[in-house]
């Protein structure tokens, strides 16, 4: 197990997936895509014989984020299934929520505030909170997750838009023990210009932001969001031309490898 942070931002077309391996060698898997290209990317992530993911978590209940869990739960042992409780609308759903049942995969349901601890790794939730729960859109109860390790915060913001961003200044932005300020940003909803506002960049301050987006696929990731983030001297990685983009993080210094550079 690798003593550095590694964060996978997964080449899964369409949709969202991200790995992060903890010094040390704990993995949580953040979303899994639409389809099985999941496994394609875990497995050059991740060790030949390593079939152990420590957490699965699910930003929300929308296909692009979370069918390709089906496969990855056939394939990997997983220690225990992370979400909010929101339901989702879709028949691949229903067989999602079979298929956690028939392999006894404990789950674990959070909201903003809880915190997740290893040794010196610290995730926060900051969203959903019980406002962004009630809303009917589901991309308004994503968790937002904000990883702190080697000396590095980055935030994992699934497709949360204005609204849940707004939330998190109103929440954060004057709370002593929640900065928003980070260096890494998953941006919100693949680029789409209802997400990543100009006052949420000026909370965040994001070094670099990556963008989990398919070729040609509804217009994301969207000029405004890339002239935002531009505008904020953050740079900018996506996975429709990078490929995969791997983060090494090692006291708080980044390296970034790009698969297409």
Same mark, same amino acid.
């Given at each position: 197990?690798?003593?550095?942070?590694?964060?996978?931002?997964?080449?899964?077309?369409?949709?969202?997936?991200?790995?992060? *391996?903890?010094?040390?060698?704990?993995?949580?898997? &953040?979303?899994?895509?639409?389809?099985? +290209?999941?496994?394609?990317?875990?497995?050059?992530?991740?060790?030949? $014989?390593?079939?152990?993911?420590?957490?699965?978590?699910?930003?929300?209940? @929308?296909?692009?984020?979370?069918?390709?869990?089906?496969?990855? #739960?056939?394939?990997?042992?997983?220690?225990?299934?992370?979400?909010? =409780?929101? *339901?989702?609308? +879709?028949?691949?759903?229903?067989?999602?929520?079979?298929?956690?049942?028939?392999?006894?995969?404990? &789950?674990?349901?959070?909201?903003?505030?809880?915190?997740?601890?290893?040794?010196?790794?610290?995730?926060?939730?900051?969203?959903?909170?019980?406002?962004?729960?009630? +809303?009917?859109?589901? $991309?308004?109860?994503?968790?937002?997750?904000?990883? *702190? +390790?080697?000396?590095?915060?980055?935030?994992?913001?699934?497709?949360?838009?204005?609204?849940?961003?707004?939330?998190?200044?109103?929440?954060?932005?004057?709370?002593?023990?929640?900065?928003?300020? #980070?260096?890494?940003?998953?941006?919100?909803?693949?680029?789409?210009?209802?997400?990543?506002?100009?006052?949420?960049?000026?909370?965040?301050?994001?070094?670099?932001?990556? &963008?989990?987006?398919?070729?040609?696929?509804?217009?994301?990731?969207?000029?405004?969001?890339?002239?935002?983030?531009? @505008?904020?001297?953050? @740079?900018?990685?996506?996975?429709?031309?990078?490929?995969?983009?791997?983060?090494?993080?090692?006291? =708080?210094?980044?390296? #970034?490898?790009?698969? &297409? @550079?």
């Amino acid at each position: 197990a690798s003593t550095d942070l590694n964060l996978y931002f997964l080449n899964v077309g369409q949709g969202d997936s991200e790995l992060i *391996e903890l010094p040390g060698g704990v993995e949580i898997l &953040i979303d899994g895509g639409p389809d099985k +290209s999941v496994l394609f990317e875990l497995a050059k992530a991740m060790p030949g $014989n390593d079939r152990y993911i420590d957490l699965m978590v699910m930003t929300h209940p @929308q296909t692009d984020h979370f069918a390709g869990f089906a496969d990855v #739960i056939e394939r990997y042992k997983i220690g225990a299934f992370i979400a909010t =409780g929101r *339901e989702g609308e +879709s028949e691949t759903w229903d067989s999602f929520e079979k298929l956690l049942t028939e392999k006894n995969t404990p &789950i674990i349901l959070v909201s903003a505030g809880d915190k997740i601890r290893y040794k010196d790794n610290l995730i926060t939730v900051l969203a959903p909170d019980e406002e962004l729960m009630k +809303s009917k859109e589901l $991309n308004d109860t994503s968790l937002v997750l904000k990883l *702190e +390790s080697e000396g590095t915060k980055s935030l994992f913001t699934g497709d949360a838009g204005f609204k849940a961003e707004n939330r998190l200044l109103t929440n954060f932005t004057s709370s002593e023990d929640v900065k928003l300020d #980070i260096d890494v940003l998953k941006v919100g909803h693949h680029g789409s210009r209802f997400a990543t506002g100009a006052g949420f960049l000026v909370a965040t301050t994001p070094l670099i932001s990556v &963008i989990e987006v398919g070729k040609n696929n509804y217009g994301h990731p969207t000029e405004a969001v890339l002239n935002r983030l531009k @505008q904020f001297g953050s @740079q900018v990685y996506r996975t429709d031309e990078n490929g995969t983009v791997r983060l090494r993080v090692s006291d =708080g210094k980044i390296a #970034i490898y790009l698969e &297409i @550079q």
